[in-house]
């Protein structure tokens, strides 16, 4: 019922960019902030960025400030992470789920999605 789609991965050499787009449905989009995480092999999953969808306040990890930005298109239920400065190690799979208000990262519900490879080759 809960569908999260992520798109707009691919292959890219470092310092490239990419924008990740995240469509919503199954939920009230505006209810929780959205927030992307990524996976890279033999990593835990991370939290990287998030919004809140009702005011547009933007969160960034440390590790992602200043190259990545999130945004939110209202109408149509989706999310976008504009990916730039791309570096070797932003190489993961990318998720989007629903998440707390806070921006803590902390899931709402479930399950997860198929994700979007994102490839940074140096």
């Known amino acids: 019922e809960v569908q999260l789609a992520e798109s707009g991965g691919g292959l890219v050499q470092a310092g490239g960019s990419l924008r990740l787009s995240c469509e919503v449905s199954?939920?009230?989009?505006?209810?929780?902030?959205i927030g992307w995480f990524r996976q890279a092999p033999g990593k835990e999953r991370e939290g990287v960025s998030c919004?809140?969808?009702?005011?547009?306040?933007?969160y960034y990890t440390d590790s992602v400030k200043g190259r990545f930005t999130i945004s939110s298109d209202n109408a149509k239920n989706t999310v976008y992470l504009q990916m730039n400065g791309l570096k070797a190690e932003d190489t993961a799979i990318y998720y989007c789920?629903?998440?707390?208000?806070?921006?803590?990262?902390?899931?709402?519900?479930?399950?997860w999605g198929q994700g979007t490879q994102v490839t940074v080759s140096s």
């Open positions: 919004i809140n969808p009702s005011n547009g306040r933007p």
């Open positions: 789920a629903p998440i707390d208000q806070g921006c803590l990262f902390r899931l709402r519900f479930g399950p």
């Open positions: 199954g939920f009230i989009f505006g209810s929780y902030a």
